[in-house]
């Protein structure tokens, strides 16, 4: 069965720091392109990170410089870091598995049950 499982979020404070993970189960993470997006209440599934085969990542304007997306095929594991958090930050993250280096969550195939990351003092 092709999973892909979510862990790392959790409370943190205003400038804080939470390092999530996506791990792949049942298909080799390592071929795929691995994209990480959020959504809020009430607003839609956005894209913040994704990741090529070879290590290219892009990064959406807002989490520039504070969010890096890295993986390891050995684990099958890919992380994003995310320092100096920000309450606008606040969402469920979610990594997906695809085939082109977009942001649309359209061209993703496989999903992740997400993981809450909350942003508050």
């Known amino acids: 069965q092709l999973q892909l499982v979510e862990s790392g979020g959790g409370l943190v404070q205003p400038g804080g720091s939470l390092r999530l993970s996506c791990t792949a189960s049942?298909?080799?993470?390592?071929?795929?392109?691995i994209g990480w997006f959020r959504q809020a209440p009430g607003k839609e599934r956005d894209g913040v990170s994704c990741?090529?085969?070879?290590?290219?990542?892009d990064y959406e304007r807002s989490v520039t410089g504070r969010f890096t997306i890295s993986r390891d095929n050995a684990k099958n594991t890919v992380y994003l870091q995310m320092n100096d958090l920000k309450p606008e930050d606040t969402a469920i993250y979610y990594c997906?598995?695809?085939?082109?280096?977009?942001?649309?969550?359209?061209?993703?195939?496989?999903w992740g049950q997400g993981t809450q990351v909350t942003v508050s003092s």
């Open positions: 997906a598995a695809g085939n082109v280096p977009t942001f649309s969550p359209h061209m993703y195939h496989y």
């Open positions: 049942g298909f080799t993470l390592g071929t795929y392109i």
């Open positions: 990741i090529r085969s070879n290590g290219i990542s």
